[in-house]
């Protein structure tokens, strides 16, 4: 059963209250792996590098960190929840750092909408969102469609607000709608909470050694 314990949740081979250096070590690792995860996507939107703004190099990030878990003996079960974070985390970065280029370099204009429709999901309007195609001559290409800021009482011909980014590396939306990072936060949170518990849960005492 302490085998089991161990090799699950980790040796946390500490009386009471982990050391504060461990909760330290365990922040550094957690806040270091998040800021480079969403680091990387920013700096993908920013530049317009794809590679960088689709994700792909998060996730490289979120393997590095699961390596350095594994080789810091920390447990199985940790390890698998904060790589499912991570991932998640991950994949919710380009959207999040696209709405950051555009709240900080983005202009906002109004364009004409061209069509309006419910999005669907296996044959029903699921999440209760519209689609807007909207189209005009500066910064927003013909066909682009808006959700943010769409809904079932705006007609075809009607004006919707979008901002939209003069460099043209991320994709245009509508004004309305909550902040680039609301959504991003929770999912940076859980991941520092499951990070940090499973570098402080991998401790071992100096000296230690399993029997084979």
Do not use: N
Request: hydrophobic content about 50%; glycine content about 14%; proline content about 7%.
């Amino acid at each position: 059963m302490t085998y089991l314990r161990t090799a699950v949740w980790g040796p946390a081979e500490f009386v009471g209250l982990p050391p504060a250096r461990l909760v330290r070590k365990g922040v550094l690792v957690a806040v270091a792996a998040a800021s480079a995860i969403f680091g990387t996507a920013l700096l993908g939107a920013w530049t317009g590098r794809t590679a960088l703004a689709d994700g792909e190099a998060g996730l490289a990030v979120v393997g590095a960190l699961v390596v350095y878990l594994v080789c810091a003996g920390a447990g199985r079960a940790l390890v698998g929840v904060t790589a499912l974070l991570g991932v998640c985390f991950a994949l919710q970065t380009p959207q999040a750092a696209a709405g950051v280029v555009l709240a900080e370099r983005g202009r906002v204009r109004s364009v004409m909408v061209t069509s309006v429709e419910a999005r669907q999901s296996a044959g029903a309007d699921a999440d209760g969102r519209w689609l807007c195609s909207v189209t005009d001559r500066v910064g927003v290409p013909p066909g682009t469609r808006i959700w943010r800021g769409c809904d079932g009482s705006i007609r075809p011909g009607d004006a919707l607000a979008v901002v939209y980014d003069p460099q043209q590396r991320v994709p245009p939306r509508g004004v309305a709608g909550p902040g680039p990072l609301r959504g991003l936060a929770p999912w940076g949170a859980a991941l520092l909470v499951a990070g940090v518990t499973a570098v402080v849960r991998s401790y071992r005492l100096p000296g230690h050694c399993e029997a084979a």
